[in-house]
């Protein structure tokens, strides 16, 4: 610590992103049991959380272990269960299902994606779907679920997987957690927010009951609302509704039935989509709409005839409009979570975007000098990263075939970015991926998602033409018995959370 040094963070918001915030700060700032540097958490029980945000991507893994938590003790305390990817039904077209499994299709061969090599058997005949290559998807289409076995590449460990929580769990979890390691949590309603007038930087938040709370980095993290990265520092927001055109959503839990599975599902609706989290106390539901294509009494009766178990609640309305902040960082502001931005919920991307936006401002760590260059860097990355994430999602309903509904019409001849156009003719035309950034999802998941929608390459990459045909379908007999074999003596997913992190 320097005489430089932040020495007061001020996070407002004690939702997944307020606490997502705090814990890995907490961590970071601690000094054999003494933060030098304050952290402080205000969250308004007036205005409470969106409560919603239960399904995650891998990497929620690396943060954890970051954080040095216990991942049985995680699973149990939050009612976790296991999620090997989602399967999307009646997208593309009614009747159609396919999976988005996390992980590749196996190894690479001849240093080409395998998905090239397959696409070429294919051409030749006689290939089964290449969704039979992922591991994550043999396993999820049985219900099984272990953790990756051994360091060797082998089927037993080609996977990856994230988690299905309860987001109230585990934002309380992550509160002890920042708590125990120094950081104060205030509860109170912000009215008010001064800016210095010299430097227009904010120099305190005033609540309700009079308390005025002074800071040096601000994170704002109040939701939807923004109440400092917008209310304060008008950061302008970037609406994306005519490519993500949902902006609303009913959510209610329903009983769990079995069996357990361990993925998400999310089945394409006459004007949206909606989603199924099986936790091990509750699934939760969920159906997002677009309230211009269907009123919100239709969308409840189209949710609640969805669900497979009792009600346990009556469904709760939301209002977003997707898109995100134009700067994310601005002065002593740095937004996350919902102040930030949000794509919509297809692909659970909003909790990998708080761990990435907190990640970078560990990375990009300022002192009270807040030298322009880190916010201009730090925003130049969150921007890049949303943007590959919105072009993701919006792939999905871009990609439609249906024709049944006004909906589906409207997506598929809507206008989409020149970064997606591109994408999209990239792998029409050559079966290419691009990645334009690194934080966002990889080649396998890009190709689930082209290719689980109906769009067929019209060419292969020349360069696999070298491998011997025969030599190569013997890989692929050999790889998919080698990944059917091992998905089938594993336990099944709800046994494997009975034994060993049952709530
Ligand atoms: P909130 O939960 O809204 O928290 C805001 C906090 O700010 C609260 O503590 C509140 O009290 C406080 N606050 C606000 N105003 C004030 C004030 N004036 N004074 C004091 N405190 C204040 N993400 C995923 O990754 N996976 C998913 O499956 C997923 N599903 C979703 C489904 C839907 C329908 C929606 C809308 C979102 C979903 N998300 C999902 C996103 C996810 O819910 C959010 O990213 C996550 O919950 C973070 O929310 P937050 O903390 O930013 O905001």
Known sequence: MNEKSIRKIVIVGGGTAGWMAAAPLAKMLRREGQAPCEIVVIESPEIGTIGVGEATLPPIRFYNATLGLDGVDFVKKT?????????????GELGHRFFHGFGDFGPAIENRSPFQHWLRLHRAGGMPSYEEWSTATVMARSNRFTPPVGD???AANAFSFAFHFDAGLYAAYLRDYAVQRGAERIEGTIVAVDVRTNDGFV??????????????????CSGFRGLLIEGAMKAGYEDWSAMLPCNSALAVPCERVEPLTPYTTSTARSAGWAWRIPLQHRTGNGHVYCNQFINDDDAARVLLEGLDGAALDTPRQLRFTTGRRRRTWVKNVVAMGLAAGFVEPLESTSIQLIMDGVGRLIELFPDRDFQPALAAEYNRRMASQFESIRDFIVLHYKLTRRTDSEFWRYCAAMPVSDSLAH?????RSSARVTIYDRDGFAEPSWVSILMGNGLMPESYDPAVDQVDEQALRSHFTRLHQAIS??????????????????A
Request: charged share 35%; net charge positive; hydrophobic share 40%.
């Open 485 to 502: 074999r091992t998905a089938a003596d594993m336990p099944l997913h709800g046994d494997y959370i009975a034994r060993h992190a049952k």
């Open 203 to 220: 120099s305190a938040v005033k609540l309700r009951d009079g308390r005025r709370v002074e800071g040096d980095l601000f994170i704002d």
């Open 79 to 91: 009612q976790a269960t296991f999620k090997l990817g989602i399967e999307f039904k009646d997208w």
């Open 423 to 427: 994408q999209i003719e990239l792998f």
């Open 152 to 154: 060797r590449p082998a």
